[in-house]
């Protein structure tokens, strides 16, 4: 052993040494120290908050740095000089592609868009006002029944058609959900266009024979991609390789991935920063605001990250992205509001002695207002991108001899053994 630790099990007096592997111990190294006839020791974390559930090689955060890198490039770099799907390309195989690996890829990608009649018919069958996350996720699972094939998850190549199909599919079944949502016809996915504007047009396009979104725009939806790709175990990762542990086939396991997203705690804090600067209304109600934040009163909403304590990186790079959208679509009046108040916050000593610095969301949501999507939106804008991310999560699992089956211990709280009482004596 290298490195070790001794632990003294002060019940018995016994000394253990640990391996210590990449800064941590094996859990179930625990299980050794025992008292005589008890289980042996275990650990207890809820939320996994200080346990590895695996050795990952996809995603790089350094939370007190601000650090984010995707397979050893910092995000900064990505978002100034790649395409989504260039990332997306790295996420899944480790290295950035060649020209011919692109062309390839972006090829096989463009010309797997299209999803059965039959999905559409689907998608048509929820009411007018259905969630349109809650479409997607549904959507993602019934592709499962379209290829049954996608079992054979020890098969390489099967795998990366799967991989291939998902990432493809995505935008045709957030378009879809959108425009029935809207009550607006589907519109099929322009080959000729590339991943983003495609999918602009799929949202936006009415009569016009060709839908040509602004350069501008297109090119502010790829760095919101690029920034949402993955961001390492995070829970719907985490939802993603739980039910991929299983051996079910991805597409089960992605629509896992999006119902984690879903929850308000994961996908919903950029809704609840409009909601917030709504709120304010003008910056002279700011001192006040942030008075009632200080007070414990609320929470300065895209403000503070369990992992960043260093301004989030993406936050950065979406500010600018800020200004290259509203200079197509006019500015927001709420920008000035968020700008204001993050000044602020950055010289206010309750924020910088607790590290609170702008996460993600703090002005990812203008973005998407901007670009005229209603708030249900977002999260499908978030999980769009996030399946690149998901997908390079689980193949890292399947093909991990390590892994097993996620299944948690308990700590059984509950009655032991008690006698059965028939219903007419309770
Ligand atoms: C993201 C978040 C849940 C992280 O929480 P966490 O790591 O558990 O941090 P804690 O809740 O322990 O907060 C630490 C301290 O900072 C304060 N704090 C954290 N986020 C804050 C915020 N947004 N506004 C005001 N105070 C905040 C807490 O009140 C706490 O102060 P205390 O030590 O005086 O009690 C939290 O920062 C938050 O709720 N942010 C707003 C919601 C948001 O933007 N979520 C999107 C995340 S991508």
């Known amino acids: 052993m290298t490195e070790s630790l001794t632990v003294r099990d002060n019940r018995t007096g016994k000394d253990y040494e640990l391996e210590i592997t990449d800064g941590t111990i094996r859990a179930a190294d625990l299980k050794q120290i025992a008292v005589d006839g008890q289980p042996g020791l275990a650990t207890y974390d809820p939320g996994f908050v200080n346990t590895s559930s695996c050795r990952s090689a996809i995603t790089y955060i350094d939370g007190e740095a601000g650090i984010l890198e995707y397979r050893g490039y910092p995000i900064e770099q990505l978002a100034e000089s790649s395409t989504y799907l260039e990332v997306a390309y790295l996420l899944l195989n480790g290295e950035l592609p060649t020209t011919d690996q692109l062309a390839e890829w972006t090829h096989e990608v463009t010309y797997h868009t299209f999803v059965h009649e039959n999905l559409k018919q689907f998608i048509q069958g929820f009411r007018y006002d259905a969630h349109p996350m809650a479409m997607l996720m549904a959507g993602v699972s019934a592709l499962s029944t379209f290829y049954p094939e996608a079992v054979q998850i020890d098969d390489a190549e099967n795998r990366q058609l799967q991989i291939t199909r998902m990432i493809a599919k995505m935008p045709t079944l957030g378009a879809f959900a959108f425009r029935h949502q809207q009550g607006k016809p589907y519109i099929y996915p322009d080959n000729g266009l590339s991943y983003t504007a495609n999918f602009l047009a799929m949202l936006f396009k009415m009569s016009e024979p060709e839908y040509k979104a602004d350069p501008r725009l297109v090119q502010a939806l790829e760095v919101l991609f690029i920034l949402h790709?993955?961001?390492?175990?995070?829970?719907?990762a985490n939802a993603v390789r739980a039910v991929g542990?299983?051996?079910?086939?991805?597409?089960?396991?992605?629509?896992?991935?999006?119902?984690?997203?879903?929850?308000?705690?994961?996908?919903?804090?950029n809704e609840a920063v409009l909601r917030m600067l709504r709120r304010i209304g003008s910056t002279d109600n700011i001192p006040g605001f942030i008075e009632g934040v200080k007070a414990g009163k609320e929470r300065l909403m895209g403000f503070g990250h369990r992992v960043y304590k260093n301004y989030d990186p993406r936050a950065k790079i979406i500010k600018k992205a800020c200004d290259d959208v509203f200079e197509v679509t006019g500015v927001n009046p709420l920008l000035k509001i968020a700008r204001e108040l993050e000044k602020i916050a950055l010289e206010d000593e309750y924020f910088v002695s607790r590290k609170l610095y702008p996460n993600v969301d703090f002005y990812s949501g203008l973005i998407y207002e901007a670009l005229q999507f209603p708030p249900e939106m977002f999260t499908v804008l978030f999980a769009i991108p996030r399946t690149s991310g998901w997908l390079a999560q689980w193949s890292e699992l399947i093909t991990d001899p390590e892994q097993k089956i996620a299944r948690p211990k308990q700590i059984y709280t509950g009655h032991r053994t008690r006698e059965f009482v028939p219903i007419g004596q309770r």
């Open 229 to 236: 790709a993955d961001h390492e175990q995070n829970a719907s």
């Open 245 to 269: 542990s299983t051996e079910v086939d991805p597409y089960s396991a992605v629509a896992a991935g999006i119902a984690a997203l879903y929850g308000p705690l994961h996908g919903g804090a």
